[in-house]
């Protein structure tokens, strides 16, 4: 019976050791191999180095994939470096170069060069393989904002748009500030919308597009709204005192007018009218001339008396 009991503690103890052996493999598959991107972020036209790291022992030969699996029809090529052998795979392209650690270099890179990576390394002790994801950014071009409505009316309604190329993130302010609250943004942030403008909403807003690599900030927008204030109490009283006061001016015009008619036309008009004369004479009290001072007759026109034309007349010396 004690002999069952020290068999049975053996084996639980046997288990143990077995799974405590069976985790440390595992950590070491897990953790001892990885691909470092150097730079981390890189960009178009720039080069990138998936740096193998983490290998032990020497490395037999080893193969790098576009993709996620080790499938034949993802292979960039497999190398052997005692050998100094390459062979490309059916995803070879110029650009892909390799260093002996089992590191793959992609010089000028392009958008397509994106996406997942797969190295497969042996070693004389084991294999491993590990995937890296490969991002290629390219910089934010532009950030320009344009508006549907160019010139608003108050509670119309206005919607800002942030045109950007290559922009992961995008933030609106307002005068230097972040916008106050109560304004739509689309999901993306590219567009701003004032549902129902006013006064209030007048400002500079800009629009700031960036990614990893790199921000534009965008020229400002200027945006006012137009307005019709209506007339105040007090504006009303001034405008009926202005009327008020050319109707009365027309009044006493008119008033004036005829008082100066009765005053000095009228009276005229009676005198002349008891002397039974024309009032519209202008020279009835000039008096007559030609009687104390007769005009000279003037004599009728004679001829005049010519000498003789005879040109044999007698020359008297």
């Known amino acids: 019976m004690a002999r069952e009991k020290v068999t049975g503690a053996q084996t639980l103890c046997m288990r143990r050791y077995l799974l405590t052996v069976c985790l440390s493999v595992w950590m070491d598959s897990a953790h001892g191999i990885g691909v470092q991107l150097i730079p981390q972020y890189p960009v178009v036209s720039q080069s990138v180095t998936l740096s193998v790291t983490g290998v032990t022992g020497t490395i ?7 993709g996620s699996s080790v499938d034949a029809n993802n292979q960039i090529f497999n190398v052997i470096p005692s050998l100094n052998s390459v062979t490309n795979g059916r995803q070879y392209f110029p650009r892909a170069s390799h260093f002996p650690n089992g590191s793959l ?6 958008p397509t060069d994106q996406g997942n990576y797969t190295v497969f390394i042996q070693t004389g002790e084991t ?9 290629v950014d390219e910089p934010v071009t532009s950030s320009v904002i344009s508006t549907n409505n160019k010139e608003p009316q108050e509670n119309e309604k206005v919607t800002l748009t942030c045109s950007t190329n290559n922009a992961e993130k995008i933030l609106w302010s307002k005068n230097g500030v972040s916008l106050p609250p109560g304004l739509i943004l689309s999901a993306d942030n590219k567009t701003l919308t004032f549902s129902s403008v006013s006064r209030s909403d007048n400002g500079q807003y800009r629009c700031e597009a960036s990614n990893t690599i790199s921000k534009i900030i965008s020229d400002p927008n200027t945006l006012t709204i137009n307005y019709f204030e209506p007339l105040s109490d007090n504006y009303a009283v001034i405008l009926a005192a202005i009327v008020c006061g050319c109707i009365l001016g027309s009044v006493l015009i008119i008033c004036a007018t005829f008082l100066l008619y009765k005053r000095y036309v009228v009276p005229l008009k009676g005198q002349s009218g008891d002397r039974g004369e024309d009032p519209y004479q202008i020279y009835h009290n000039i008096s007559n001339t030609l009687v104390a001072h007769p005009e000279k007759e003037e004599t009728p026109y004679v001829g005049l008396d010519y000498s003789s034309q005879n040109m044999y007349s007698d020359l008297k010396l």
């Open 60 to 66: 037999r030969q080893f193969s790098w994939y576009k």
């Open 105 to 110: 270099q992609i010089s000028g890179l392009v």
């Open 127 to 135: 294999t491993a393989q590990h995937t890296v994801l490969l991002t």
